[in-house]
């Protein structure tokens, strides 16, 4: 009897490939980054000053010297003091950093004067991971610190730094104490022109010093340095303020959706 051979075809499995996810903000970490944020000085800029050979990037290190750190010498980085004023060049040392018998080569040097090392940029994001604020134009790396670590800063027309978000974000619940009232309410539209977010402008309310009261602006008892309120009073008084600039937003998100509806029932 003939055993009829039978030819099975295998499907191929598909392999799905995995992808580094950024951790989750810890929410004891937004509430640190709450009140750093209102001590960061927004209206300073930031300009490249270091080159890592490793990266092939040039950085400032005030935006991200963290994410350029040296873990068994991995890193090398190249510090640029400034710019020739009659060159036009960046001031590139002779040798690496303590490294005084290993000259910096013409090919790293070529790759060093590609970059723009005078150009100065805004800060015009806040890493909550990191507690600082960056130039999104010199720094890449905060999108990979934890997820949704990102605050968007731009600056409104009367020159506040605001926060550019929905207000539906995972982090708003512990931001919002230090943001104010809508300044302006903007709309995002996607590829085909229809309006995907509606974004509010909120202006961030700052400190004078860490032991300032967030609420009158005195100073903090030593005894309460681990509050950021002076008193029990003052306490009450902000929660109800931030209760109040709550409902205001709400208000403000409201009356736009209403007058959108009167716009496409005509």
Partial sequence: ???????????????????????PLHPGVVTMAKHKLQLEDLSQTCRRDHYCVRCVHAFCSHCCDDHHFVPLGSHIVI????????????V??????????????????????ANDFAEEHPRDAYCMYCFMAFSTALCHHHHTCAADCVLRIVRSHDGRHCVRCTGDEPWFPYMESVLGDPVAVEEEEGDDGEVVAVLLLLPVLRRSSPTACVHCGGEVPKHMRRSVLCSPACDAAHQLEVAQRRERRDAVLAARRLAKLNIHAV
């Avoid at 510090?79 to 960046?90: C, E, H, L, R």
Wanted: proline share 16%; net charge positive; no cysteine.
């Fill in 1 to 23: 009897m003939a055993i009829r051979k039978q030819l099975v075809q295998v499907q191929p499995k598909k392999i799905e490939m995995w992808q580094w996810q950024p951790p």
């Fill in 79 to 90: 510090p640029i003091a400034g710019v020739d004023a009659a060159t036009g060049k960046p």
């Fill in 92 to 113: 590139i040392p002779a040798h690496y950093p303590r490294r005084p018998d290993l000259p910096i080569t013409d090919f790293v040097i070529g790759l060093i004067n």
